[in-house]
């Protein structure tokens, strides 16, 4: 089972500021997903990538698949406290095989 | 649609009594999961259900613990008997066709053995 490792661990940021998460591996992935998770509840599906070099935009979520498929960032702009919550990356080792999640990066929006 | 649900919530219980929870995954997913996040640790596959079949259960800790799916509906996972290191959260979440296309999870059980 691969290691996957996200940074920062914690992020406190001010309303409006932007804010790029990261997401690595040493190992090679076929997808990979970001979660967003709330208190209580469980994750909840942002994205999936799956070719490398590829990005994907969703409103002031920008997400970048490594052209080599081992790393993944999240970029959000002007950052809402809406936006507080872990974030959580899962890559999946083979196709159809399940995935692997890492620790999450926990972000704190500061109105 | 409905959602994933899980139940129960929250279970408080003593070491060495048995516990069950139950998924009821979104209608007509034939893919079924079970995961886990113990304190302090990633969220960790333990087993994936095909309709009613074991397709992977490589992350099952040990034999405490059994799974079923009874009629590729709902699942249980029961833990029999529960050791302090069970505590966590034991997600569930459901997909119609492979991972790749997403998960949905349910909210969690919110297990803790004393």
């Known amino acids: 089972t691969q290691l996957l490792e996200q940074s920062p661990q914690f992020l406190s940021i001010q309303e409006g500021e932007n804010l790029t998460v990261y997401c690595n591996s040493s190992s090679v992935f076929s997808s990979l997903q970001w979660y967003r998770q709330e208190p209580g509840e469980g994750p909840v599906l942002l994205v999936t990538v799956v070719t490398g070099g590829e990005v994907k935009k969703l409103k002031r979520l920008t997400f970048q698949f490594g052209d080599a498929r081992k790393d993944s960032s999240l970029h959000i702009t002007a950052a809402q406290p809406g936006d507080t919550g872990l974030y959580l990356c899962a890559g999946e080792e083979n196709y159809g095989q399940n995935f692997v999640f890492g620790p999450g990066t926990r972000l704190s929006v500061l109105p | 649609e409905a959602g994933v649900t899980q139940f129960p919530s929250h279970s408080v219980i003593e070491k060495g009594q048995t516990v069950t929870l139950r998924c009821d995954p979104i209608?007509?997913?034939?893919?079924l999961y079970w995961y886990r996040r113990v304190m302090g640790k990633e969220i960790k596959f333990l087993l994936h259900?095909?309709?009613?079949?074991?397709?992977?259960e490589s992350g099952m800790p040990n034999n405490r613990f059994l799974a079923e799916r009874t009629g590729g509906t709902y699942s249980t996972l029961k833990v029999q008997p529960a050791e302090l290191e069970d505590s966590g959260v034991y997600f569930c979440?459901?997909?119609?066709?492979?991972?790749?296309?997403?998960?949905?999870f349910g909210s969690g059980t919110r297990l803790t053995v004393v």
């Open positions: 259900f095909v309709k009613e079949s074991k397709q992977d």
């Open positions: 209608s007509g997913h034939d893919n």
């Open positions: 979440a459901s997909s119609q066709g492979s991972g790749v296309q997403g998960y949905t």
